[in-house]
């Protein structure tokens, strides 16, 4: 039996799914919870999982439970609505400063400063940028807080007996996996339900959005964002089962790694913590804080914060 305290991510398993190989691998036994929130209306497709699992599953169905009890408590419909646009809104705000942040960065970086100047002044800018992530953090961290504070979310009875089937089918479940899809829905419908601590005593496996989700804080990025320019944005604290990690999901697709100075700058932005790249099918296994296993993923070399 594995430990309670082994986390494994991994890359997208849309092409060449790995899932039940590493599980195996792992030790982690059935029957499987599956978390599909992220596919959010195609929740319940899950046909092709199942018959990759080739054993017995049990999907949690969050979303639908979601929309159940917001169809009953429609006071809990409203607050839920409220704290989003509140939070979409701390999310624009940041996103406007950091453009002009890293617009600053650039700037300085191409600046002929003398070369005794320049090390101490790029990092000075990548620590305006670290600023500006961590008061984010901070603000959506209150917002919840206070939510949390004022409604009571799992004191009331329309999300209670949801909640407890939840807590009831995931104990009957050895191991918990996360899929990926949207990271922000995925992350929503996880807090509301209160997994935190109870994923805590399980094996967990995620992909993508679902790895995402598990570290200590979501990064959202691609260096060609469809909507143009540089994508590298804190969305909001993650559940927080891997410490000390940042991980990149589908980097072929979504980062220039071979960007020299723009790698560098992410190194020194995110650290202490590393930066953990996925690709398709590969994984990173954690047990008790400490990696163990690595296919396909790639750790870059870590760097001292500004």
Known sequence: MSSPHTVALMGSQRLKPRVKELAHSMGAAGPF????????????????????LGGEAVNLALGERVERVLAQDTELAGALRARQEMLRHLQRVYRIRLRHAFDAELDVRTYGAPEALRSEIEDDSIEAIRALDETHLGQCRRL??????KWRPQKRRSLEAETEKVHEALESCGTVLIAGGHVAVLMNRMELFDLGGLLREKPVIGWSAGAMVLTQRIVLFHDDAPQGGLLREVLDQGL???????????????LEVENRARTTHMLKRFAPAQCVLLPESSHVVIRGGRKLEMAGAEALPGVERP
């Open 240 to 254: 927080g089962l891997v410490e000390d990690m940042v991980v990149f999901p589908e980097p072929e697709r979504r």
């Open 33 to 52: 919870a599956i978390i599909t929130a992220g596919w959010q209306e195609r929740e319940r497709e899950d046909e092709e999982l199942r018959a990759h």
């Open 144 to 149: 919840r807080e206070e939510f949390e504070d």
